[in-house]
């Protein structure tokens, strides 16, 4: 049985009366794959997967961190300089604490204790449902009153500032945002985002952990950035007023050929293909069409492959197996890429001959697939009296 929140507090930091309980979701994008950082568009949608935040504020300036599932912990001095090395989690709770206290919305130190059931590394977006909860703790703690919009932009802001990932908004956004049984389309220049209802009717998605979790992903990540900035500056030499990969066309692209090297030029035509996947998947959507839905799925995944190269053998392998089922209507790898997970769309009839293709090619099946349940909005579940 798990521990209630209340005395998982106790066992590690002592009273918790006053404590806020937090939990925030992580998210699967539908589709959309590296466009948030292009200024375009992204559909993700919230998972059955949370990360809980306990928090309670001190009458001094310390820090005290728990990772109740990892069995760390550290301890620090807002008055101090904060030491972020030491534990992966620490850039993003101790970060989102640091960045209020910085901005100048939180006088005083604070307990947190953390747990969580979002896959790690595995493009779930764990880090921004851990930035989310941490906030969302903190804010309720200390009055703040921070809309959500505001609350994704700083937890956004922490992870380029505190962990080095130049991300986009899309994980924080979803996280914050996202409602179940509804993606949520975000505009990522303007950050509108409107909840699309999903028709899934007898159709479920399926998540796949390849189990493959890639070093230095950050460092691939930050390059697919820079390359797409490099694009954009390129392209601006034909006196186009463009200041990112969302104001240009396919047509312009052809235009403009002569002006990138191959490799820029496939990483531009990713990028335009996929907004433009993003608008076709919504219209599919509304007209109650799932097959269409799949088919932009799949062309979303081969794209990622060929042309912006951040998938995996085992990642291709998951897809190509998958979408040989009767009743898997589409699949892709879903996140960073460069590992982590595939994102299914399948009748449910179907659920059991997914598993059986699936199964030689993933280690502990089924636990390493998740049928998207009914998740849960982020939001403040308690304060402990
Ligand atoms: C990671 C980032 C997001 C987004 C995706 C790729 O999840 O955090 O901002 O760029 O990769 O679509």
């Known amino acids: 049985m798990t521990l209630r929140s209340a005395a998982m507090f106790k066992d590690h930091l002592g009273d918790p009366t006053g404590a806020v309980v937090a ?20 559909l993700p949608t919230i998972v059955d997967r949370h990360v809980e935040v306990v928090a309670r504020k001190r009458i001094d300036r310390k820090v005290r961190v728990v990772a109740a599932d990892l069995g760390e912990r550290c301890e620090q001095d807002f008055d101090g300089t904060i030491d972020y090395t030491g534990f992966g989690w620490l850039p993003y709770v101790l970060g989102v604490a640091h960045e209020l206290v910085q901005r100048g919305r939180m006088d005083l130190g604070v307990d947190i204790i ?57 994980d924080q956004f979803a996280s914050r945002l996202g409602r179940p049984e509804n993606a949520l389309l975000i505009d990522c220049r303007s950050l509108d985002a409107r909840h699309v209802p999903m028709p899934l009717d007898n159709h479920r998605l399926v998540i796949v952990d390849s189990g493959v979790r890639r070093e ?46 191959p490799d ?16 076709d998947a919504c219209e599919s959507l509304a007209n109650g069409d799932l097959a269409a839905f799949g088919r932009l799925m799949n062309a979303s995944h081969f794209s990622l492959r060929n042309d912006f190269e951040v998938s995996h053998p085992a990642l291709d392998r998951l897809v190509e197996e998958a979408i040989q089922v009767d009743g898997v209507l589409g699949a892709r790898l879903t996140g960073a890429g460069f590992g982590g997970c595939t994102v299914n769309l399948v009748t449910e009839t179907a659920l059991p001959d997914i598993e059986r293709q699936l199964a030689p ?14 998740p849960e909005q982020a939001r403040v579940t308690e304060v402990i009296a």
């Open 23 to 42: 939990r925030a979701p992580g998210r699967v994008n539908l589709i959309g794959e590296h466009t948030d950082y292009n200024d375009g568009f992204v």
């Open 114 to 170: 953390f747990r969580g059931t979002v896959p790690r590394e595995a493009g779930l977006a764990s880090s921004a449902a851990l930035e989310v909860a941490t906030a969302l703790a903190l804010d309720a703690v200390f009055n703040l009153w921070l809309n959500p919009a505001d609350m994704a932009r700083l937890c956004r802001d922490v992870e380029h500032r505190y962990a080095g990932v130049r991300c986009g908004i899309m």
């Open 216 to 261: 230095r992903v950050d460092s691939a990540y930050n390059q697919r950035r820079t390359e797409c900035e490099e694009a954009v500056t390129r392209l601006r030499e034909a006196d186009d007023p463009i200041t990112s990969l969302r104001d240009v066309t396919l047509g312009m692209l052809a235009e403009h050929k002569d002006l990138l090297p």
């Open 264 to 279: 820029l030029f496939i990483r531009c035509r990713h990028v335009i293909s996929e907004n433009n996947r993003v608008a």
């Open 361 to 374: 090619f993933i280690d502990h099946w089924p636990a390493q697939s998740i049928v998207v349940g009914t």
